[in-house]
């Protein structure tokens, strides 16, 4: 069975700061890794996703995030927070079976102050 | 207009009470999921469907049901809603790509969530 965990439910930082946010996989079966955003009385989209080949992968609005097979993590980044970037992120490992089944893990609130 | 669309967005009922959620989508995907969102948890799969005649239940389908009228359309339903059925909801769809052995590739597009409360 998979299962996702994000470490810290809360994180701020300042505006111009670098953005961290951790999530550890477990998997039986090589992974493959999503992070997902949510803004404020939205649905969820797409951030990045891992699934073969390079290792650090680059997504929307300046995120990126490598797979480090190793420690069992996928930690998003991005170098410098702006004020839209506040938002709730998660991360997500797909089920077994082959299909689009994912689990999510708790989420990460991320504040952004001037 | 939104590709995945929920209505009701916002919806209070009582305790007992018959809910329907619906969910209609203009991607064209045949996937279509129910998701359950409460703070701290993240997001729970309760049903899934991956064609008209295809229904599947998630991690946490009890005390809900579910029903797949045509490719577009996917409602969610509490026959008696309880309090602890309180949360926000949401439907995704997805496509079949990159789907493979062991894993998946493809992406969720999800609706902007329908938000229920059980008094």
């Known amino acids: 069975a998979q299962s996702v965990t994000q470490l810290g439910s809360h994180v701020s930082v300042s505006e111009g700061a670098l953005v961290l946010l951790r999530c550890n996989y477990s998997?039986?079966?090589?992974?493959?890794l999503f992070w997902y955003v949510q803004y404020p009385n939205q649905g969820l989209q797409l951030l990045l996703k891992?699934?073969?080949?390079?290792?650090l992968v680059k997504g929307i609005n300046g995120f990126e995030a490598e797979f480090k097979k190793s420690e069992t993590s996928f930690h998003l980044t991005k170098p410098s927070a702006h004020m839209s970037d506040a938002a709730e992120y998660f991360c997500?490992?797909?089920?077994?079976?082959?299909?689009?089944?994912?689990?999510f893990g708790a989420g990460t609130r991320l504040a952004v102050h001037p | 207009d939104a590709d995945v669309t929920q209505t009701p967005r916002n919806r209070i009922t009582k305790t007992g009470k018959r809910i329907m959620l619906e969910c209609s989508q203009t991607?064209?995907?045949?996937?279509m999921y129910w998701y359950r969102q409460d703070p701290g948890l993240g997001l729970r799969l309760i049903y899934y469907?991956?064609?008209?005649?295809?229904?599947n239940k998630g991690e946490i389908s009890d005390g809900y049901s579910v029903s797949r009228q045509a490719q577009a359309k996917f409602s969610l339903s509490l026959e008696s809603a309880i309090p602890n059925q309180t949360a926000l909801y949401f439907c995704?769809?997805?496509?079949?790509?990159?789907?493979?052995?062991?894993?998946?590739?493809?992406?969720?597009?999800f609706g902007e969530g329908s938000r229920l409360t059980v008094l």
């Open positions: 997500a490992v797909s089920g077994s079976g082959g299909y689009n089944k994912l689990i």
């Open positions: 998997s039986s079966v090589p992974p493959y």
């Open positions: 891992y699934t073969t080949g390079a290792t």
């Open positions: 995704a769809t997805s496509d079949l790509q990159g789907v493979a052995v062991g894993g998946n590739t493809g992406e969720l597009f």
């Open positions: 469907s991956f064609d008209v005649k295809d229904i």
């Open positions: 991607k064209g995907h045949d996937r």
